[in-house]
Nanobody, 126 residues
């Protein structure tokens, strides 16, 4: 059974940092694209970042470039989202997700998602 368990959200002040974690099981995520979507209240779920190891590709939304970094630990079947210089507009529920590797590009659309994590809340206070 494919399962994604994400965690690490919380309340942080503007300019602060957080690291989200996503533990994958039931599949080899090196064979897929894996990354993060987020959904703010009243807004559509948007692709934030993904990586596809065997495609040697990575995608970052323009709004997070230079501030967010996606990191994978294949030995632990875990992918991390390191977030720094957080802004109030980063406030959202963040969801780990996986897709076919060839769709990890701009935009990374939720229609391609095969599995979701349960979501973790990130709140950035000003």
């Amino acid at each position: 059974e494919v399962q994604l368990v994400d965690s690490g959200g919380g309340l942080v002040q503007v300019g602060g940092s957080l690291r989200l974690s996503c533990v994958a099981s039931g599949f080899n995520f090196d064979d897929y694209a894996i990354g993060w979507f987020r959904q703010a209240p009243g807004k559509e779920r948007e692709g934030v970042t993904c990586m596809a190891k065997y495609e040697d590709s990575a995608f970052y939304a323009n709004s997070v470039k230079g501030r967010f970094t996606i990191i994978s630990d294949t030995a632990q079947n875990t992918v991390y989202l390191q977030m720094k210089d957080l802004k109030p507009e980063d406030t959202a529920v963040y969801y780990c997700a996986t897709t076919a590797p060839y769709v990890c590009r701009d935009p990374w659309h939720m229609k391609h998602v095969g599995a979701w994590g349960q979501g973790t809340q990130v709140t950035v206070s000003s």
